[in-house]
């Protein structure tokens, strides 16, 4: 849930309130592509054992793509998770990962075109932005809702953490 909203240009300072999450993860780098491989590793599990389906809980049918647990920067290692946002933890599914993510403040940029590329070239552009951001680097996400299967008119929405 936002809690409130300025605009800036074509992106959005928010206050975002936490959540609970429910999906699959991996560890990786942005160095050498090696992202571009295990993110897409993680999209293809999540879509070949139709996790959408069972996971319990949710509170909407949008998929949420996270980067945290950042070892440094985004030249560093960090976890990418790909789940849902639900309403309890309590029944995890074996082989599923639950966490919690506390609210903070975030800068909003939308990625749009064909996917993955619009994705790749807005991430270009947010590295590019890293000092003049303040990023916290405690957790980023994208949302994937029904904006997202539009072919190359596709829109994702990317939350940056801030300070």
Request: proline fraction near 2%; include cysteine; hydrophobic fraction near 35%.
């Amino acid at each position: 849930m936002i809690i409130f909203k300025i605009s800036i240009n074509d992106s959005f300072m928010i206050q975002q309130k936490g959540f609970k999450f429910i999906g699959i993860s991996t560890e990786t780098s942005n160095q050498n592509e090696e992202a571009s491989s295990a993110i897409g590793a993680l999209w293809g599990q999540f879509i070949s054992e139709d996790l959408l389906s069972k996971i319990p809980n949710q509170l909407d049918p949008n998929i949420v793509c996270i980067y945290t647990d950042y070892e440094s920067d985004y030249t560093g290692r960090y976890t990418c998770l790909l789940g849902l946002k639900v309403n309890s933890l309590e029944k995890v599914p074996e082989g599923l990962i639950g966490r919690e993510f506390e609210g903070g403040n975030y800068q909003t940029f939308l990625a749009k075109g064909d996917l993955p590329q619009a994705i790749i070239d807005t991430w270009q552009n947010i590295w590019q932005q890293d000092e003049t951001l303040n990023r916290s680097y405690t957790y980023d996400y994208e949302i994937y809702d029904h904006r997202s299967r539009r072919g190359d008119e596709s829109e994702v929405s990317i939350f940056i953490a801030t300070n």
